[in-house]
């Protein structure tokens, strides 16, 4: 290739095709490496794609992007064997614009995205894989690629290059992750008629319904299952820590059969025609796994950087918000004319003070609180089931009996003192 | 029932909807099988592999990259570390089609 850019984007995910866009709209000479066939040939998500922050990039987007349904309801599923606690909210103004958020397939999503970058001007480059950042006097130049006369150099590598990060590891800005820092997840796209869909979703043509399963779907492992609603198909999948799932022996294709057969779930799918199979980590050790994000002539953005909200399944809009912010940051850099670490610091500054930043500091002991003490997962959702049996049976029995059997019944196999400490605890945590 | 045949029940009929564009070359490779046959009795990354790419075949293991979603678990999950693992070759490896 031979050639000098501004700015080198490694990844055509959310995160890398949103700095590509921002640098390139800037006037930046950019270079886009991609190492599928196409953006989004490597890229798995359940499917939520969030309005504000695509929309900060490109303003009224729906009118033109693949999008599968506006989601107007939103449910959880709190699921026990054979019964479940739910929870939902359902609003048709999110069905309007500017809308809430949107289910979508990201191989065509990022298809679209990565069109739009090329559009601002930014050079896009598929089925080539970067194989080293190209250090000199510990300053990032530029990068190889398993292209013949691969290397390419620019003033600044942006790593967007997702959770597995060899470019990130290989730096040093982060060791190999941990089994519990990673989620392991598997889903499967399953079409079904549109008409189908929407009588048994309960909504029409373009409103679409999210769930999130909490308890058996995951055999008390940490993790959830999801349902999502496209135009004329659904995703269905489940994930769990890396770790849980190796203590477990658990196979995650046996683990989603047994989310797709659960009674709760069976009846959504009925008739449903598997159309692909998908597997992805999604990096969930939060705050205190992110690596390193900022070095000279190198930042580090998106799922690279462990930025994802695992408590509320945000991952692409914070890859998009990193990837944006990271572009200010260089556009900056680019008019002082210094590439730095100390100039280009001011990203890794932005990012802490944005949304990505404050709601990852607000959940950081999560996933290592929930990790740790597993019955949450594995008795907390069965005895909220057990008490809702309770309490809804009509038995004869009067129903203050039946709320003090209920308190009794949470007490009596933990003890009084273990549950006040294990509710005060999740509400450390989440509050 | 014909109803159970497209919902992909098996691994194999999963992985049969998947579209690869293969490599010749492995992109992922065993260190030292002598380390799965001595020091490995569980032999995690058989089991939880999302592609079933890894078979022990009573004293080699059999890498059917192939089929390989390159997802990184058998990377990290490996507790002896010792699975080399690369990206397939630009454009090679697993293509998905929808989501
Ligand atoms: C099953 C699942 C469900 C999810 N559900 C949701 C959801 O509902 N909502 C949500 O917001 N988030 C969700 N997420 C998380 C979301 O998918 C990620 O946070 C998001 O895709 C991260 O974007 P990214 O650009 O950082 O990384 P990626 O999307 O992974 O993109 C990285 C890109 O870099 C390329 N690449 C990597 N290495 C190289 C290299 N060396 N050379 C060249 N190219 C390279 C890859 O091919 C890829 O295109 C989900 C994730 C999974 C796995
Ligand atoms: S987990 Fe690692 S050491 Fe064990 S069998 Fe697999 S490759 Fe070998
Ligand atoms: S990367 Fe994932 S799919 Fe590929 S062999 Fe390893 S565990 Fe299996």
New binding site residues.
Partial sequence: MGDRFDVIV?????????CAYTAAKSGLNVLL????EY????????????RKQMEEIIPEFWKEAPLERPVVEQRFWFMDRESMVTSSYKGLEWGREPYN?FTVL?AKF?QWFASKAVEQGALLINE????ECIVEDGRVVG?R?DRPDGDVYADVVVL????????GKSLGFHKEWKPDEV?L???EVMNLPKKTINERFNVEDNQGV?IEIFGDSTQGLLGTA?L?TNKDSLNI?V?TTLSGMIKKKLKPYHLLEYVKTHPMVKPYLEGGETAEY??????EGGYKSVPRLVGDGVVI?????Q??NAIH????????S??KMAAEAIVRAKEIGDFTERTLDHYRKELYRSFVGKDLKKYKDVTHTFEDHPQYMADYIPMLNKAANKFFTVDGSPKKQKQSDIIKGFTKDKGKITVARDLIRAWKVMK | MEGDEIMAKTIEEKQYLVRFRCDTKSHLEVKDENVCLTSCPDKDCTIFCPADVYKWEGDRMHVGFEGCHECGSCRIGCPYDNIKWE?PK?GHGIVFRL?
Avoid at chain 1, 12 to 17: D, L, V
Avoid at chain 1, 128 to 131: E, I, L
Avoid at chain 1, 301 to 305: E, H, S
Wanted: negative net charge; glycine residues 18%; charged residues 10%.
């Fill in positions: 490694v990844g055509a995910g959310p995160a890398g095709t949103s490496i991609e190492r599928g953006p989004g040939s490597k890229n798995v998500m359940g499917g939520i794609l969030y958020n990201r990022d080539t894989v970067v194989t990068v690629t967007a290059d997702g959770v597995n990060s060899l470019l989620a997840t598997v889903m999210s999801f999502y999948g994930g998908l597997a992805h980590l999604i990096p953005v998106g799922d690279a950087a930025f994802v399944r945000e991952g692409s809009n914070m890859a998009m990193s990837g | 990206y630009g989501a």
